[in-house]
Nanobody, 127 residues
Framework: QVQLVESGGGLVQAGGSLRLSCRAS????????MGWFRQAPGKEREFVAA????????YSADSVKGRFTISRDNAKNTVYLQMNSLKSEDTAVYYC????????????????????WGQGTQVTVSS
């Protein structure tokens, strides 16, 4: 089992940047494929980005491609989401998620594939 704690959210102006962090407990972080999702008020939770166990494979939603970058540091048990050129429509609660997998390169893009979730961190982009 793994526990996930997000940080780094806040209020930023449109065009600005934020870096979200998600730190996992336990000694087997490298066994987990990781993902970021977000949920805006009144909307469904949606996929943002995912990264494989090794970090060699990543995938991002079309809405954030070229602006957001997912990465991980297995030595620090942490996955990051670097968000640049933020827009008002990026305003949401951002969640990280983990799924224990065998493959070193698989990424998951649907929330149903993840077993563990953090509590979320609010990102607000003012226009």
């Amino acid at each position: 089992q793994v526990q996930l704690v997000e940080s780094g959210g806040g209020l930023v102006q449109a065009g600005g940047s934020l870096r979200l962090s998600c730190r996992a407990s336990g000694r087997t972080f490298s066994s987990y494929a990781m993902g970021w999702f977000r949920q805006a008020p009144g909307k469904e939770r949606e996929f943002v980005a995912a990264i494989s166990r090794s970090g060699r494979s990543t995938y991002s939603a079309d809405s954030v491609k070229g602006r957001f970058t997912i990465s991980r540091d297995n030595a620090k048990n942490t996955v990051y989401l670097q968000m640049n050129s933020l827009k008002s429509e990026d305003t949401a609660v951002y969640y990280c998620a983990a799924d224990q997998v065998f493959s070193m390169v698989v990424v998951h893009t649907t929330q149903y594939e993840y077993d563990y979730w953090g509590q979320g961190t609010q990102v607000t982009v003012s226009s």
